[in-house]
C-alpha cells in the first residue's frame, strides 16, 4: 500500500531534526553537562514547596493571564504590569512577537552568529532572514542598522550574545535605536543580564522605557534556574505592542506550576544574586584557565564562554570526543557556525575543573 501523508509546508524542509546532545558519563558514571548554558544550581526549597502545593490543583485550569506572576515582575522591576508579557521561555515570547509584526515578505534582522532560535523562529513565521555577520565576535550594529529596508519589521538584538558572550555598548545601541524606523520592532534578547558586568552594558529595563518600539525580553530559564519549567517574559514599549502579543497566544500558555514556581523565584534575590556572583567568578577562572591553555578567549558577560582552539590543536572533532569520554558535554563550534571554537557552560567549581583539567589533557 502506498503511504499517504498530509502535504507538509515546504519550510519544515529547513529544518534540520533535532539532534539531543550525547548522553556521556565517565567511568564513575559522573556527566558534566556545560553545553546549555543552564544554572547547575538546584531549585530553592521553597520554590519546590510551591510547585508541590500548586500540583494539588492540576485539575484547574491556570490563570490565563497570569496575573500575579505578571504583577510580581512589575513590582520587581518598577515597570507598569501593562507592559509585561510573560510566556513560555522568553523563546515563546519572541515567537509571540514575530507573529504580531511579522507577515510573509517580511523581512526579521539578526546577526549572526547568534541565536539558533532566530533563524527557526523567522522561517516559521515566513518571514525573510537577513543576516548580518558578526565583527571581532560582537554585533555589528552600524552594518546592522545599514541593512534595515521598508520591509524590516523586526530586528533582535541579543546581548550578551550567544554564543559569543559578548555585550554591545549602551551608546552604540542607542545610536543604533536612533536610525531604526519607528514602524520596526527591536527586540532587545537580555537573557543573560543578571550575569552582565561590563559598566558600559545597556540596561533594556531603562532603556525600553521612552522607546514604543522596543520589546526586552528576560527568562527564568537561566540564572533564576527554572529552565524546566519553560518561563519567559517580555517588556514591552507600549501597552498596544502588549495586547497585540496577548492577542497571538494561546489560552492559559503558562502552567500552574511555572507561574507559582517563578512568583516564589522572584522572591529570592539574594540567593539569585549569591548564585550569579559565583557564577562570575567562575567565570574568570575559566577564561584564566583557557588562556593558560594557550587558547583564545572572547569577553564574556554571561554565563558561558567562548574559546577557539589553537591553530596547531587537534581538529575539534577530536577535542569534542575526547571531552565527552571525559564526561564533559560542551558545545562544539562547527554546531554553531564556527569551526575550532567551543562554548563551555559556566558550571560549579567541580564541573568547570573537570573541563580544565579534561582539555588540559587533550591539548
Ligand atoms: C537561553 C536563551 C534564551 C532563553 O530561552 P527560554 O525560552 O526563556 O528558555 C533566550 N535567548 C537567548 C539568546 C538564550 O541563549
Not at 557564577?279 to 574559546?307: K, M, Y
Request: charged share 25%; hydrophobic share 40%; proline share 6%.
Amino acid at each position: 500500500m502506498s503511504a499517504v501523508s498530509p502535504r507538509f509546508r515546504s519550510v519544515l524542509d529547513k529544518f534540520a531534526p533535532y539532534r539531543p546532545g550525547k548522553e556521556s558519563a565517565t567511568s564513575d558514571g559522573r556527566s558534566y553537562k556545560l553545553s546549555s548554558n543552564e544554572s547547575p544550581y538546584g531549585p530553592l526549597p521553597s520554590v519546590l514547596k510551591v510547585i508541590a502545593e500548586a500540583a494539588g490543583s492540576i485539575n484547574r485550569y491556570p490563570d490565563n493571564g497570569a496575573a500575579d506572576l505578571t504583577e510580581a515582575i512589575a513590582g520587581r522591576y518598577g515597570v507598569p504590569a501593562s507592559h509585561v508579557a510573560v510566556g513560555c521561555g522568553s523563546v515563546g515570547v519572541a515567537q509571540q512577537l514575530l507573529e504580531a509584526v511579522a507577515e510573509p515578505g517580511a523581512e526579521v534582522m539578526y546577526a549572526w552568529r547568534s541565536f539558533e532560535a532566530y533563524p527557526y523562529l523567522s522561517d516559521l513565521a515566513s518571514a525573510t532572514s537577513v543576516r548580518v555577520p558578526l565583527r571581532d565576535e560582537a554585533l555589528d550594529l552600524p552594518a546592522m542598522a545599514a541593512a534595515v529596508t521598508e520591509r524590516t519589521r523586526l530586528i533582535f538584538v541579543c546581548t550578551p550574545n550567544n554564543p559569543t558572550g559578548t555585550v554591545v555598548h549602551r551608546h552604540e545601541l542607542e545610536e543604533f535605536m536612533g536610525r531604526v524606523p519607528q514602524d520596526c520592532l527591536v527586540v532587545l534578547d537580555e537573557a543573560y543580564s543578571e550575569y552582565v558586568r561590563d559598566p558600559e552594558a545597556p540596561d533594556g529595563m531603562t532603556l525600553y522605557r521612552d522607546r514604543p518600539n522596543v520589546a526586552v525580553l528576560r527568562t527564568f530559564s537561566k540564572a533564576y534556574g527554572l529552565a524546566g519549567l519553560r518561563v519567559g517574559y517580555g517588556l514591552c514599549g507600549t501597552e498596544e505592542l502588549r495586547a497585540a502579543v496577548d492577542q497571538v497566544r494561546q489560552p492559559f500558555y503558562l502552567n500552574i506550576a511555572a507561574q507559582a514556581a517563578a512568583v516564589e523565584a522572584l522572591k529570592h534575590q539574594d540567593e539569585v544574586e549569591r548564585r550569579v556572583t559565583q557564577t562570575i567568578a567562575a567565570r574568570l577562572e575559566v577564561q584564566d584557565g583557557l588562556r593558560a591553555l594557550g587558547l583564545w578567549v572572547a569577553e564574556s558577560d554571561a554565563n558561558f564562554v567562548w574559546t577557539r582552539l589553537p591553530e596547531d590543536s587537534l581538529p575539534e572533532a577530536d577535542v569534542i570526543h575526547g571531552l565527552v569520554q571525559r564526561g564533559v558535554l560542551v558545545r562544539a563550534g562547527s554546531a554553531l557556525g564556527r569551526e575550532g571554537a567551543l562554548r563551555v557552560t559556566i558550571g560549579t567549581h567541580e564541573e568547570n575543573q573537570r573541563f580544565l583539567t579534561a582539555l588540559g589533557e587533550l591539548l
